[in-house]
């Protein structure tokens, strides 16, 4: 047989179809993305899928891979569509409302496993193949099995359509577990919250998914539970619940105290008190719950008063009396039953203490003795409660039922116990074993069916693979008349002295041979030590359970004494009327034994399932420690043989290990071949064959089905993704620079419409703007010229302006171009005719302000200088021809330095004080001799002085005048008043200052006008009466001579100099 994972078919298009909020495209994406994403990082977090293990045959292997993704948090993982779940003991923080989110509406393998994906791709394909479906959660107690069902049912909490009558719906559904759980559940020393029943629970679903109703079915209540407990563990948790958190009120009406030690069905374990667990705030809960659920008041206070009913039972003690028949002493727990259940106390205190037997035709009581009192007291606690609980799913189905006729499907959530195993094994183990072996079972035939289908739809020849098919065990246990369960009924109820042992000993009788069952009796050599006399033996699929056969019967027969079920029937509490109801069979028939009761639970429960597709949870613990982050080898190991996870694997992986749509593989892996990258054109299927023979796989490797491609081994899929990881980086990058080169060539497209924009805009400025200017332009220089043309007419419209750019323009210029002195007497810009008149006076202004600024401007030496030069210039200025030469050169105080003027000249002229001197050449009055001499004037005289000598004092007074010629010599002629002969006449000098020292001659004797330019000649006295002349002449040298006329003869060269000229 070949037999691999079926559930990917259903992944296939129906599903994707029905994902409106997804596109087909982005969701093929996404798969790229996620789906067998973590093949990568196999090395790490391991495989996720037990199918793509290679070695998966061997235990070590699937142990390894569920230990390294427990070290990474890493709790689920899947062969083919089961589900691995690994308790974690601790909040990993992944079944938040994000996380829902996350998986809704996703493919199976898009994301790594998790519960969630399970339960949305049941709802998916329920809703795309309108079929119906159930969940198997199975495993060791304390896995997560309970967990396990409620975070699928908080899923579809979330996930499924809401109205307001679905969300009523809802929280009925989501309320019924705390309730089930208080009246179920209880703390083992595995679990503290642990289902003592195995539960089924349809959630039905309307044609758009929503959830409508409920129904949920239980199975083999462990009701000994009630009467005993181990040590370390506890009765139900409704009962602590009461006690600890019933109200005030309740518990004085039900005769109780608030203290779980008071009662000793609650103490057998020793541990009322449990930190896990909080009794008072679950009560509260279950009661919110109750009245959700819509318990009436009236069955409400009914259940509490069975609760506490049990409670009081057994509390109830029994005296022997003389003969050792079990009395009750009028205790008060007497009243309280005889009150809570409505049955009068007389008939309690009979019914607990004897029993009807049939003599003959009559019916005779019988007493108990003490421990028949007690266990027949047991057997009513067990039988009030397990009956109590039947009627509690009863009405729960009730609130949860659908009344509605349309047509439904249904999810079913099976949380039942898997394989158990103990070092003693009793009847309870061998009914679960049974189960598991029957649910196995169910395993093979849906998968092989389901397999079987999927290799024809695709058109694959059917291989056959060899697996262990359990079929065999379970007819061990359950073949009509030859069955284990019908030699123990038979134990059971036949006459005479049955015991566990006569039981045993039937069994080897009838099993003797079988394969799969030995005893010690059976057993070889070897084997046998390995069992107690009492024991026997049976090969499960999943390993050997060794069973004691200790209580089989008495379990098998669970016996309650007709009397008692009497007692009850006359109940005024309601439940216990309906439970004990008077239809029941009598006693001349006995009830069916527990195990047969089982069976047929099972085979309806196995043909509610046959009709349904299977998806299969299985929770493992890691530890016994409920511990966190610990992963017992020895004890996972167990787990992993016991939950069958070998021979499931084997069984999903007999063919082949892989198989995906072509399109989804092609679309994955298509970048491995030239030819499909990066666009296939025909068909996917001849892609996928045109990629695979690219790739090199073998014929034997792979086989091509219609939709699908089926890959043999998971090395082949390994090589494939190990190249397709090679192969994205060399992807990624041409894919980056491609988009990078798209992105920067964007941006360069971008910035360079940007700037020719900008430079459009800018231009187009530009332009006006030079357009704004030529106007203006023309326009000025039409005005300009108009203004040009009638510049000389009147001021009008048309000059006006050009006349005053003409007085700007040349005012302008004018201020550019001013004269820098004084003297700068060419330099003045020629104006306009229109600016005639104001040039003029603006010439004369600045002239002016030039003279006024020059004048601000100098000291006070020059000032007496410019004076001197002012009477110099007021003398001589065009009267003499030398003149102009002198007017650079400055006059200084004296022209002989006080050390050059003899002493005794000083002495000489004591009084009088010096006030210039300089040197001078004295011409002879007779024979005009040229002699050297010093001129000095004091405030009264000019003194000529040769050496120590005065030669010739001259007083101001006497000075009758001062000649000079018109030329350039240098001739003064000083003209004294000569009244004595004896006295010296004229003075004819030559001087080298002469400008100076007339200026200052004529400052000293304060005489302004004494001063003659003479053209020609210059008469002078030589003595009084006595004549001579002085000649002046221009000629070609300066010559100085005595005429032959006896004249002094004087010629000079004629200077033009520049400032002659412009004087
Ligand atoms: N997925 C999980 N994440 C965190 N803790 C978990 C998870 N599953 C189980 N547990 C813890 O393990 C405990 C036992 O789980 P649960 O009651 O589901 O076991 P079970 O398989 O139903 O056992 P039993 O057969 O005894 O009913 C829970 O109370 C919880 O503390
Ligand atoms: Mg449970």
Redesign the pocket.
Same mark, same amino acid.
């Given at each position: 047989m070949q037999i691999t994972t079926r559930k990917t078919g259903h992944s296939g298009t129906g599903r994707m179809k029905t994902l409106k909020h997804v596109s087909l495209e982005e969701r093929c994406n996404r798969i790229l993305r996620d789906m067998e994403g973590s093949l990568t990082a196999r090395d790490r977090v391991g495989i996720q899928d037990f199918v793509l293990l290679d070695a998966y045959t061997s235990e070590s292997a699937v142990l390894d891979n569920l230990r390294k993704r427990f070290n990474e948090n890493l709790?689920y993982t899947y062969i083919g569509t089961l589900l691995v779940?690994v308790?974690?003991? %601790?909040?990993?923080g992944i079944y938040t409302k994000k996380q829902m989110d996350i998986y809704m509406g996703v493919n199976f393998f898009e994301l790594p496993p998790h519960i969630y994906a399970l339960a949305d791709n049941v709802y998916r394909t329920m809703l795309t193949e309108t079929n119906n479906h159930f969940i198997l959660i199975s =495993?060791e107690? =304390?896995? =997560? %099995?309970?967990?396990?069902s409620k975070k699928i049912l908080q899923f579809y909490a979330v996930s499924c359509p809401s109205t307001k009558l679905l969300d009523n719906v809802r929280d009925r559904l989501l309320l019924s577990n705390p309730v089930l759980e208080a009246f179920g559940n209880a703390k083992?020393l %595995?679990?503290?919250?642990?289902?003592r029943f195995g539960k089924y629970m349809d959630i039905q679903f309307d044609h758009m998914g929503g959830a409508v109703g409920g129904h949920i079915l239980s199975y083999l209540l462990e009701k000994s539970r009630v009467v005993h407990q181990n040590h370390g563990e506890r009765s139900f948790h409704i009962f602590y619940q009461l006690v600890e958190g019933g109200e005030e009120d309740l518990l004085r009406w039900l005769g109780l105290e608030r203290n779980c030690q008071r009662y000793s069905y609650l103490v057998q374990g020793e541990c009322a008190k449990v930190s896990s667990v909080n009794d008072k705030s679950d009560w509260k809960t279950v009661r919110k719950a109750l009245s959700v659920i819509e318990f009436s008041e009236s069955n409400i206070e009914s259940l509490f008063a069975i609760i506490a009913s049990v409670l009081h039972l057994g509390n109830v003690t029994f005296v022997a009396d003389s003969q050792g028949y079990a009395t009750l002493n009028n205790s008060p727990e007497i009243h309280w039953l005889s009150k809570l259940l409505g049955i009068p106390a007389q008939v309690i205190q009979v019914g607990l203490t004897h029993r009807k037997i049939e003599a003959r035709s009559e019916e005779v009581l019988s007493p108990f003795t003490v421990d028949q009192a007690v266990y027949a007291k047991d057997a009513l606690a067990k039988a009030i409660y397990g009956r109590t609980f039947t009627w509690l799913v009863n009405e729960l189905n009730e609130s949860l039922a659908n009344k509605d006729s349309s047509r439904k499907t249904v999810i079913g959530l099976l949380?039942i116990?898997g394989f158990e195993v103990f070092s003693v094994n009793s009847f309870e183990q061998f009914c679960i074993n049974y189960c598991n072996e029957k649910l196995q079972q169910l395993f093979i035939q849906l998968t092989l069916k389901s397999e079987q289908e999927e290799y024809e739809m695709e058109g694959i020849e059917w291989e056959s693979v060899p697996y262990f098919n359990n079929k065999i065990i379970c007819d061990l246990v359950e073949e009509k008349f030859k069955g284990i369960i019908s030699v123990l009924d038979e134990e059971c109820l036949r006459p005479g002295e049955a015991t566990d042992m006569t039981f045993l000993e039937k069994l080897e009788e009838k099993m003797g041979g079988h394969a799969h069952f030995i005893t010690h009796k059976l057993a070889d050599q070897k084997t046998r030590k390995t069992l107690e006399r009492g024991d026997f033996r049976l090969l499960h699929y999943a390993g050997e359970v060794t069973y004691s056969v200790v209580g089989f019967l008495d379990k098998n027969n669970d016996l309650l004494y007709r009397n008692i079920k009497e007692v009850m029937r006359q109940s005024k509490n309601a439940i216990v009327k309906h439970c004990f109801p008077s239809t029941e069979p009598d006693s001349k028939k006995r009830p069916e034994t527990v195990a047969t009761q089982f069976k047929s639970s099972l085979v309806g429960l196995t043909e509610v399932l046959m009709s349904k597709e299977p998806w299969y949870v299985r929770?493992m613990k890691p530890n016994e420690g409920k511990q966190p982050g610990l992963f017992d080898d020895v004890l996972v190991r167990h787990q992993v043989k016991y939950l069958g996870l070998m021979e499931h694997l084997r069984v999903r992986r007999a063919g082949f290990a892989y198989r995906r749509r072509y399109e989804i593989f092609l679309q994955r892996y298509k970048p491995l071949c030239p030819d499909t990258w990066p666009n296939w054109k025909g068909t996917a299927a001849e892609g996928v064959e045109c990629l695979v023979k690219h790739l090199g796989y073998k014929p034997d490797e792979y086989k091509m089905g219609r939709t699908k491609i089926f890959i043999r081994h998971p090395r082949t899929l390994f090589a494939t993704e190990d190249a397709f990881e090679v192969c994205k980086h060399e992807l990624a990058t041409r894919i980056q620079a491609k988009y990078k080169g798209y992105r920067v060539k964007g941006d360069y497209m971008r910035q360079r419409q940007a700037a020719t924009k900008i430079e459009t805009c800018w231009r187009g400025m530009k332009a006006r703007r030079e357009r704004e200017k030529r106007a203006w332009a023309v326009k000025v220089i039409k005005r300009f010229i108009k203004g040009f043309m009638t510049r000389n007419q009147p001021a009008c419209v048309d000059n006006t302006e050009y006349l005053a750019f003409v007085r700007q323009n040349y005012l302008t210029r004018l201020k550019e171009n001013l004269p820098k002195t004084v003297v700068d007497k060419n330099t003045w810009l020629t104006p306009p005719p229109i600016m005639q008149e104001a040039s003029q006076m603006l010439r004369k202004l600045y002239t002016r302000h030039m003279v006024r600024r020059y004048v601000q401007g100098i000291m006070t030496e020059r000032k007496a200088q410019l004076q001197l030069k002012g009477l110099t210039s007021s003398i001589f200025k065009g009267t003499k021809e030398n003149y102009p030469h002198s007017v650079g050169i400055p006059f200084v105080d004296t022209r002989i330095s006080e050390e050059d003027i003899h002493i005794k000249v000083y002495q000489m002229i004591r009084q009088e004080r010096i006030k210039y001197s300089v040197p001078v050449v004295k011409y002879d009055r007779n024979g005009f001799r040229p002699r050297f001499r010093q001129l000095i004037y004091t405030g009264s005289a000019a003194y000529l002085v040769e050496e120590a000598k005065i030669k010739q004092r001259v007083e101001f007074n006497n000075l009758k005048g001062v000649s000079v010629s018109t030329l350039s010599d240098n001739f003064l002629i000083l003209h004294v008043q000569c009244e004595d002969i004896k006295q010296k006449g004229d003075l004819v000098l030559q001087c080298d200052y002469l400008f100076e020292a007339l200026t200052k001659l004529c400052l000293v004797a304060n005489k302004h006008n004494f001063i003659k330019v003479v053209q020609g000649s210059v008469k002078f006295d030589i003595q009084p009466g006595r004549e001579g002349f002085v000649d002046f002449k221009s000629g070609q040298e300066t010559m100085i001579y005595r005429a032959k006329n006896g004249h002094l003869m004087v010629e000079s060269t004629r200077t033009k100099s520049r400032a002659m000229i412009q004087n």
């Open positions: 709790i779940s308790n974690p003991y %601790k909040e990993l =495993g107690s =304390g896995a =997560g %099995k309970t967990e396990a083992t %595995k679990n503290d919250n642990s289902s949380d116990y929770c």
